[in-house]
């Protein structure tokens, strides 16, 4: 369903650079980030999903390959990107993190980087990006800034309505383009359960 409505959401304009965060730790961006990327892979788009999370990168573990080299390595100028992503399955690339660095806020605040993103951009249908909670880094704002739309992804058992009013307000004082919100674990009516319980895009204006 996320797939669908986001395919079709914007025929004309479609946007292409994509970053999913939340408002706090542990919702299920980067699950959904995943998910997301092998069901447009599915759908013959060539997909990208680029692990911005410096901080705590899971994106391997979650396609269970080595973060031997990653983003940062790109960024630096030290490899290139056809170097560094894998192809967990076919249609889909995935650019691991890298290595830690001392300062990801500066890292992914660059120059570079929106470079980096203009030129994935001509490259794929989609890039994913998985950024770090809204409420946890300031650099999570920048890049939704600079990317075609934002998914920000919430759990409805634990994520509080005015920790998410403050992420939309972060993302709106940036003019970020917010797309919608993905709702993890969340119990639908007897009748309009979906298959993997998420309810996607569901209206901001909260």
């Known amino acids: 369903m996320l797939r669908t409505n986001l395919l ?14 939340s408002a706090g730790r542990d919702e299920g961006k980067s699950i959904t980030t995943a998910n997301l990327g092998v069901t447009l892979a599915q759908a013959s788009k060539d997909t990208l999903i680029l692990d911005c999370d410096l901080r705590k990168p899971v994106q391997h573990k979650i396609f269970n390959t080595r973060n031997v080299g990653g983003l940062i390595d790109v960024l630096v100028g030290e490899r290139d ?50 950024t770090p909670p809204v409420g946890y880094a300031a650099e999570s704002p920048a890049l939704a800034a600079i990317a075609d739309g934002v998914l920000l992804v919430l759990d409805s058992k634990h994520t509080r309505k005015g920790s998410l009013r403050q992420a939309l307000r972060r993302l709106d004082n940036v003019g970020a383009n917010v797309l919608g919100t993905v709702m993890n674990k969340y119990d639908a009516p007897r009748g309009r359960t979906t298959d993997d319980g998420y309810y996607p895009l569901v209206p901001t204006d909260y």
Do not use: C
């Not at 079709?8 to 999913?20: A, E, G, H, M």
């Not at 076919?90 to 660059?110: D, F, I, R």
């Open 81 to 130: 990107p056809q170097e560094i992503w894998q192809e967990p399955i076919p249609a889909l690339k995935l650019m691991p993190a890298g290595a830690p660095p001392p300062n990801p806020a500066e890292m992914l605040t660059s120059r570079r980087l929106a470079e980096f993103l203009g030129h994935m951009r001509q490259t794929f249908d989609y890039v994913l990006v998985d």
């Open 8 to 21: 079709y959401s914007r025929v004309d304009t479609p946007p292409k650079v994509i970053v999913l965060t």
